[in-house]
């Protein structure tokens, strides 16, 4: 049984690793000069490799087609991928959230384990060998081939291209071209887990700034809420909760096709641990004891300092007034900004900054027990090149490693 991977990302690796260790003769393609470009800079360099929770937490983070993902977890666990890893001789760590990242803090470790793993179990690999179609007849794949017009024949192929983000680690969505080829739907892919662009004119005054224990509000259909760390940027607004509450917007389906938001209004709340009635208090507070200053000062109790200018703006109110000339009415708008100060947010920025793609080569297409196409006799899906998709917290790359796996242990089947 010859098996051709096309791809040498975790999943598809991690493909050709189960299938040569059920015995098949495999080949790896890599377009790129060396493997595992876009693995090597997870986590900032030192890779969340996968999560550390029970299986079910896994399904409740996927945001793309969990449902299509349970074999597939169950076939290759998290417990499994760090067994693996330890095998190699890598030690790993938990850290907050259950995230877990290799002893060494570098994603060369383990890396350099993955590739060593397979290349002692006798797979070939093949870099700067970019594939330009897959080769079929009559519904049957019979292999692909190269930019070069090269056909490379193999019994199975498995499909495991990537999405489209981060397009300079080699992900620049040819999976989808050959898939559409094979007759397969392309779900239209989106960036996802990447910073928004906003319109607000003191974005660049804010730049750099980083907010802790914050809260993003949106509100398209429905008012939501996104609890933690937000950043901005001299164009937008970026951080874990932002992160989020973009993936939630395009379930919700209020992004368009050209990542614009369409109908959507943001806020940040700057003080989410304090009702309306106990930031007045603690505002009264401050106030009281610092009366006659002026209160562009007396708010640096309460906000970092490049804030305290558009908040007071926002509020109405004259930054050099002091503060025990404000009036409850005065005092209320200022807990209003606060609590909501708005922002424009446009929309999601590019695949260039995404770290994962939404969307991507149907679900409905592929079998989710094996990951065969249902469209192609021989072809095999893994990966991110699928409509499948998680948050942040090592999820993406375990639905990587279990497709991959899956896709590997069918494809070697006789
Ligand atoms: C900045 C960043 C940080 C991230 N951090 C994390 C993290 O910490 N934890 C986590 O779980 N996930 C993280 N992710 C997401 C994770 O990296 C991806 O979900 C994962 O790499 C997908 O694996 P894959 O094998 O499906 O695709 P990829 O890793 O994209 O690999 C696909 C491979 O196919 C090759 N290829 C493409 N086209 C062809 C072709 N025509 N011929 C031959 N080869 C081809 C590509 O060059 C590439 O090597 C991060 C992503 C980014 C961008």
Redesign the pocket.
Request: aromatic share 6%; with cysteine.
């Given at each position: 049984m010859k098996i051709l991977v096309?791809?040498?990302?975790?999943?598809?690796?991690?493909a050709a690793y189960a299938a040569r260790k059920n015995g098949a003769e495999v080949i790896v393609?890599?377009?790129?000069e060396r493997?595992?470009?876009?693995?090597l800079?997870?986590?900032?360099g030192?890779?969340?490799?996968?999560?550390a929770a029970p299986i079910d937490q896994f399904i409740e983070n996927t945001m793309g087609n969990p449902n299509f993902l349970y074999s597939a977890f169950y076939t290759f666990t998290n417990e499994q991928v760090m067994e693996f890893f330890r095998e190699q001789g890598v030690a790993l760590k938990v850290e907050r959230g259950n995230?877990v990242f290799p002893e060494s803090d570098k994603?060369q470790t383990l890396a350099d384990a993955l590739l060593k793993a397979c290349i002692d179990s006798g797979i070939k690999v093949r870099t700067r060998?970019?594939?330009?179609s897959l080769w079929i007849e009559e519904g049957k794949i019979r292999g692909a081939e190269?930019?070069k017009g090269n056909r490379i024949p193999a019994d199975r192929v498995i499909l495991?291209?990537?999405?489209k983000?981060?397009p300079a680690?080699?992900?620049?969505?040819?999976?989808y071209h050959?898939a559409k080829a094979a007759d397969h739907t392309i779900v239209h892919p989106l960036p996802a887990?990447v910073a928004f662009k906003t319109d607000d004119s003191w974005n660049p005054e804010l730049a750099g700034l980083s907010l802790k224990n914050v809260s993003l509000i949106t509100k398209a259909k429905k008012k939501k809420e996104y609890f933690g760390d937000l950043l901005f940027t001299h164009d937008g607004i970026s951080g874990p909760v932002v992160l989020t509450a973009g993936r939630n917007l395009i379930q919700e389906g209020v992004v368009r096709e050209n990542g614009e938001f369409k109908g959507v209004s943001f806020w940040i709340d700057l003080k989410p641990a304090l009702s309306k009635e106990k930031l007045d208090r603690r505002i009264l507070r401050d106030f009281e004891a610092f009366h006659l200053k002026q209160l562009k000062t007396v708010m640096k109790e309460m906000l970092p300092q490049a804030l305290i200018p558009i908040v007071i703006e926002k509020s109405g109110l004259d930054p050099e007034i002091a503060v025990h000339q404000i009036d409850k009415k005065q005092r209320e708008a200022l807990v209003e900004t606060l609590k909501a100060l708005p922002i424009q947010g446009r929309g999601l920025k590019g695949f260039k900054?995404?770290?994962?793609t939404v969307g991507g080569i149907s679900v409905k297409e592929v079998d989710p027990s094996t990951m065969a196409s249902k469209k192609v006799d021989g072809l095999y899906i893994?990966?991110?090149?699928?409509d499948v998709?998680?948050l942040?917290?090592?999820?993406?790359?375990?639905?990587?490693f279990s497709?991959?796996y899956l896709a590997g242990l069918s494809a070697s089947e006789k």
């Open positions: 096309i791809g040498a990302g975790p999943a598809g690796l991690m393609y890599e377009k790129m493997v595992l470009r876009k693995f800079i997870t986590g900032k030192r890779c969340n490799l996968t999560n995230r994603s060998t970019p594939i330009q190269d930019q495991a291209t990537g999405g983000s981060y680690t080699g992900s620049t969505g040819d999976g050959m887990l900054e995404a770290i994962i893994a990966g991110e090149v699928l998709d998680a942040t917290g090592g999820f993406n790359l375990q639905i990587a497709t991959g």
